[in-house]
């Protein structure tokens, strides 16, 4: 292994110690205040989580209900705030884009609810487009905490996603306007609706809303920690803190004669890529996809005049596990640089072997030949070599397994997570009242 990648591996072995660090040497995260570790603290809490949902129900949908679903189990109080894009259906871009920067009623609905209950700490997934900033600045008013969790780059991107003409785009990152994205009609091909999500970034980046209103972020990787450093975030407030699997059903077998994907249907996530990966490598299996998006008729359609490839649709939790355990290898070839793909984790839990593109996010959750495959992103010929390679008797299918479910144990079990959360709130809440 090349010494930059021994690096870089043992850098995610320790993802998560910046918040324990500050924990142990006393020292807080806001303003270099010192301060006594917080030993009175360690009974209920009660948290408020905030989450637009999306159109398409999606990883972020998933890990804000296990998170939620975790902390009860740990005997906590957990209140969710649901805004929900259904409400706005069939509204134009322009007209649902316009309240993107501010919404009264939602900054009155967050303050009420805080008022009424009283949380501990504020949790905030997604606000975008119906709950805005309005929701941080009403926590903050009110005296609460605010964690905000970084699943995608909406507050560097108006897309979310860095992701343009088919690859990775930087263009935005570090400008306070980010007009390369309106240009390009990023978000949503629609001017209107990219300027709309502009002008949010724009605006809170002049007021510093997320230097003056937010006590923490969550970034779900080293990778995307990083690239909010090269936005402007302060560093001291960034705490990398990865996605977990609440359901540990352990290792499948991995016997059967097909790979597997599970996710959203669309262009970022590599789906024309790997149709045409697949066309390519004629291997002796199938290719199972589970999902929905936009190009879910796209999918189906490719499945109905292709053998050797199956289009199941939307998937329960636990059928998508089933499929999990029981598949060679996950093929995983999106395009973007990616939060924390669940899917990963999810294989990974199973102990099956993930094929990914050398991109973003799966450059530190995949190690080449070891847990799985990274080939060269967007490089069809690539993809297609690593679905040859899965359905391949030349490689110790039993080790590559094993090696994936210790991935899982060490990282993204469910105690490892309720650990970096903990270590977390007690932070936030002792700065904010030392405050």
């Not at 629609?190 to 923490?216: D, E």
């Not at 640089?337 to 996010?361: D, H, K, L, Q």
Request: aromatic share 10%.
């Amino acid at each position: 292994m090349r010494m930059h990648d021994e690096r870089r591996f043992k850098a995610v072995r320790n993802r998560g110690r910046l918040v324990s660090q500050w924990w142990l040497d006393g020292v807080a995260p806001l303003g270099g205040q010192s301060f006594v570790p917080l030993q009175t603290h360690r009974g209920e809490l009660k948290i408020l989580t905030i989450h637009n949902k999306y159109k398409y129900r999606g990883g972020e949908d998933e890990v804000r209900e296990a998170e939620e679903r975790l902390l009860q189990s740990r005997g906590h109080q957990v209140r969710p705030l649901i805004f929900d894009n259904e409400g706005i259906r069939g509204v134009s871009a322009l007209v649902s884009g316009l309240s993107a920067p501010w919404s009264q009623a939602s900054y009155r609905r967050t303050a009420d609810e805080i008022s009424s209950w009283r949380p501990d700490i504020v949790s905030v997934h997604n606000f975008f487009p119906l709950a805005t900033p309005a929701v941080h600045y009403a926590a903050a008013r009110a005296g609460v905490p605010v964690v905000q969790t970084l699943h995608n780059f909406r507050l560097l991107c108006p897309s979310a996603v860095l992701f343009r003409d088919g690859g990775p785009c930087e263009d935005c990152l570090g400008k306070i306007i980010p007009w390369p994205g309106i240009v390009h009609a990023c978000y949503r091909q629609s001017y209107s609706a990219s300027a709309s999500a502009a002008a949010m970034i724009t605006i809170h980046n002049l007021l510093k809303t997320w230097q003056k209103q937010v006590t923490l972020f969550f970034t779900l990787t080293e990778f995307s920690r990083q690239k909010f450093i090269q936005g402007g975030f302060p560093p001291n407030r960034l705490v990398v803190k990865p996605n977990f699997v609440p359901t540990d059903l352990g290792p499948g077998r991995g016997e059967s004669d097909f790979v597997f994907y599970a996710g959203r249907l669309t262009e970022e996530k590599g789906i024309p890529l790997l149709l045409k990966a697949w066309r390519a490598a004629k291997p002796r299996g199938r290719l199972l996809l589970a999902g929905d998006g936009p190009l879910a008729p796209t999918v189906r359609a490719f499945a109905e005049n292709t053998d050797c490839i199956q289009y199941l649709g939307q998937l329960s939790m636990a059928r998508t596990l089933e499929y999990m355990g029981n598949a060679r290898a996950l093929v995983f070839p999106s395009l973007w640089y990616e939060g924390m793909p669940r899917a990963i984790i999810e294989a990974f839990s199973r102990g099956t072997p993930v094929i990914a593109n050398r991109c973003g996010s799966m450059t530190e959750m995949v190690r080449h030949e070891e847990t799985g495959w990274l080939v060269e992103s967007g490089n069809c010929g690539a993809l297609a070599d690593a679905i040859t390679a899965a359905f391949s008797e030349q490689f110790d299918r039993a080790v590559m397994r094993s090696a994936a479910r210790v991935e899982f144990e060490q990282n993204y079990t469910a105690d490892r997570q309720y650990d970096l959360l903990m270590d977390a709130y007690k932070v936030v809440i002792e700065a904010k009242l030392l405050q």
